[in-house]
């Protein structure tokens, strides 16, 4: 086989041609029988010891919650860009205009409100992993 052959060939002697300057790609099929979904849902509970006039933005450190086997956090893991996280005060889901979760701190801004001592606060983060069964 000759590559580059751009002349006409005759009938007694016939070459193949392969074409010039360009990549052969061989590929393989690859067959997926499902994608599984896989979420993974995190909770941490802070429970408010004195009254809270909410004057200005409050903030509550990630080290003040405790997960869900009610041991203490040093930081909220799973908050990225691909997470969605919900805020729990006293059992209510918040809107999400009020507040802002970092991996270091929960950040609410509901100026004029007030939170009772002893009212729970759960922030909830999900998130979603896929992988390939074939």
Excluded: W
């Excluded at 969605?84 to 009020?98: A, D, K, S």
């Amino acid at each position: 086989m000759k590559l580059g052959c751009k002349k006409k060939h005759t009938q007694k002697r016939k070459r193949k041609c392969l074409p010039s300057k360009k990549v052969i790609l061989i590929y393989r099929k690859i067959r997926f029988n499902k994608i599984v979904i896989v979420p993974n849902i995190q909770r941490f509970f802070h429970e408010t010891k004195t009254d809270i006039s909410i004057d200005e933005p409050l903030t509550i450190s990630a080290h003040e919650f405790t997960d869900d086997q009610g041991r203490p956090v040093k930081f909220f893991s799973n908050i990225r860009s691909h997470s969605h996280t919900n805020l729990f005060i006293n059992g209510m889901l918040q809107e999400g205009r009020i507040y802002k979760v970092s991996p270091h701190n929960l950040i609410i801004h509901s100026v004029g409100n007030q939170i009772i001592a002893g009212t729970p606060i759960i922030i909830e983060v999900l998130s979603f992993s896929a992988r390939i069964v074939s």
